[in-house]
């Protein structure tokens, strides 16, 4: 069956909301492309801005002078590129970031890029053109406060310049402060161990912070369900999925990333049902998408 119509996904891998357009892009992994969609009328149709890109796997989209730049974290190309506002190629930034698996930028335009392979994240900026590590150690899997274990989603915090890091085979969160050797876990289980109870994780793959409250938000991919973690708790709550794997009314399947809105309504790409579907947070009753996609 195909999945690659403009209000189609497939396997779509990461979401990016743009809050001051109100728009919705998506890395639609299966289709190898960029898909935008405008919040303001749903359910909408995508159109096309990135195509014929090997496994993007997060997406940053921030504002220029000409507009909006839109930066990829590519891994099969094992680096992050960025295409600038009407471009129809992207440049690469940075160095190699083998099995690249995530990207942010700052207000300065610095790059942070996590590498799965290398486990640990990177600071490029374009200032200096100077790569530094941030998170992590450099081919160093592990599971002490000093190491990561194949990295997935990042956050970062403008105001503190703290970075938070889905810690994917380690199961857990780790948040590293500026310029820290280590760093500390904020959700799930500091000894690396997977699990399905309130206080563990199980195969994170993206994090988002509320800078003001400190409240950590989790894809808790393998446990089918978007944990909320508040400041210094040592536990998370479900606020979304947790309900077994498949396709009917409260699941996920694959719960790959997640973002909110303007309003704070949470979106999740729904991967493995090739969709994304809108979590009003204040009653947690999901508003599911009348198509196969968005």
């Not at 440049?91 to 996590?114: F, H, I, P, T």
């Not at 374009?126 to 989603?153: C, F, K, M, Q, W």
């Not at 989790?218 to 998370?236: C, F, H, K, P, T």
């Not at 694959?254 to 909110?260: C, V």
Request: net charge negative; proline share 4%.
């Amino acid at each position: 069956m195909s999945f690659n119509k403009a209000d189609q996904l497939k396997e779509p891998e990461a979401i990016f909301i743009h809050k001051k357009t109100n728009t919705l892009y998506v890395a639609d992994l299966g289709n190898e492309r960029i898909q935008m969609f405008s919040l303001n009328k749903l359910p909408a149709m995508g159109t096309t801005v990135i195509f014929n890109i090997p496994y993007p796997t997060k997406i940053y989209v921030d504002d220029d002078i000409n507009g909006q730049t839109i930066y990829v974290s590519l891994e099969g190309e094992h680096c992050v590129k960025k295409w600038t506002q009407g471009a129809t190629h992207g440049v690469k930034v940075g160095g190699e970031c083998l099995y690249c698996s995530s990207v942010w930028v700052d207000k300065e335009k610095n790059v942070y890029m996590a590498s799965a392979a290398k486990h640990c994240v990177f600071k490029w900026s374009p200032r200096t053109n100077i790569t530094t590590t941030v998170a992590g150690r450099e081919y160093y899997a592990g599971s002490t406060s000093d190491n990561l274990n194949s990295p997935e989603g990042i956050y970062f915090d403008e105001t503190s310049g703290t970075v938070y890091v889905a810690d994917y085979a380690n199961n857990r969160i780790q948040k590293w402060l500026k310029n820290a050797p280590n760093g500390t876990t904020v959700a799930g289980l500091s000894t690396s161990a997977a699990g399905s109870d309130a206080e563990s994780l199980s195969r994170p793959t993206a994090v988002w912070v509320d800078d003001e409250t400190h409240v950590v938000y989790v894809a808790d991919s393998s446990n089918e369900r978007i944990q909320r973690w508040l400041y210094n708790a040592s536990m998370g709550d479900t606020i979304a999925g947790g309900l077994g794997d498949g396709d009917k009314q409260g699941q996920l399947d694959q719960p790959n990333d997640l973002a909110f809105d303007n309003n704070g309504n949470l979106y999740v790409s729904d991967r493995l049902n090739h969709r994304v579907l809108m979590f009003k947070i204040i009653h947690n009753d999901p508003c599911f998408p009348t198509s196969t996609g968005y």
